[in-house]
């Protein structure tokens, strides 16, 4: 059989690096005097590495786009935006890009884990009792 590539399980390394790398050139380049940044740095490397360890599905873009799952000139159409824009503004670009990459998917997973509860939770109540329909009005007839 065939192995599947079209995922990562936890964030990919080149991502975690790229997210880290983005906020130091970001701070350097735009805000040199805001601290955030800086102050910041530990807990965004902290919790790159924990989502490089996690079990969080990422895709592998380059593959799914390889494997046929999206027109070709859609790329080419993406590249070329992301062009413009890092040509652009490269500091905002990279950063959008990569922590959103970065953060994306695990805000996907919360939302899904917690979608899945809730619909556990309600079909484990079972059906609302219904009104009984005796005492629903019935259009074209007011004395029901």
């Known amino acids: ?23 130091v050139i970001f701070h350097v380049d735009l805000a040199p005097s805001t601290k955030m940044v800086l102050y910041g740095l530990p807990a965004v490397t902290a919790a790159c590495g924990v989502l490089m360890v996690s079990r969080i599905p990422y895709p592998h873009i380059l593959n799914q786009y390889l494997a046929g799952r999206k027109p070709f000139g859609h790329l080419i159409k993406v590249l070329v935006l992301l062009g413009i824009l890092v040509a652009t503004r490269p500091q905002i670009t990279l950063v959008v890009a990569f922590c959103g990459f970065a953060t994306y998917f695990p805000l996907k997973a919360l939302y899904l884990r917690l979608m899945h509860r809730t619909a556990q ?16 009005p019935c259009p074209g007839n007011p004395d029901r």
């Open 1 to 23: 059989t065939k192995a599947d590539h079209s995922r990562f399980l936890g964030l990919p390394s080149p991502a975690a690096a790229g997210t880290v790398v983005s906020l």
């Open 121 to 136: 939770a309600c079909q484990e109540q079972g059906p609302v009792n219904p009104i009984p329909a005796q005492s629903l």
